[in-house]
């Protein structure tokens, strides 16, 4: 079945929105190298290995879910990156459950010697920039408690991007 533009609901005009209980449950990457993916997310950001199939896959995950992340060579071992302008993922976010937790996040990219992209305040959150081995986008944040998030007078939340401090971040550990 082929879905056109006639086919897709504009929430604006009274579509059907997706259940407020969804959620995205994990990222499945290509990488080049497991084992140098592995270093990465198990070494550097602490996820734990969850399975291993040989050099073609991996699954890691915090908090002993099933996988948070899938990482695979099956179309890319050895690969090389997209080049810029082209389509493909931007980044995807690992969601720490306090800013205390991003900042022993940032101390282990740092001691790692893995340069950020940038940081970034955002008002309803705090991000950390910075690519894998594989040159994929990795967003490391923090939710504020929703009471603290911005609105404008009319009520509607206001998100903004602003350069975020990070002595101030690596000072709450």
Known sequence: MEIGKKDIKDPQSGGRLIS?????????LKVS?????????CG???FELITKFGSEAAFVSAGGYHHHIGLNTWESSGGSPPPPGTTGLYHFAILYPTRAELSDALRRVINAGIQLDGASDHGVSEALYLRDPDENGVELCWDRPRDKWPHLPDGRLQMFTR???????LAET
């Open 20 to 28: 407020q209980g969804a959620r995205i449950g994990h990222v499945h």
């Open 163 to 169: 350069a975020l401090d990070l002595e101030s971040l």
């Open 33 to 41: 190298n497991i084992e140098r993916a592995l270093g990465f997310y």
């Open 44 to 46: 550097v950001l602490g």
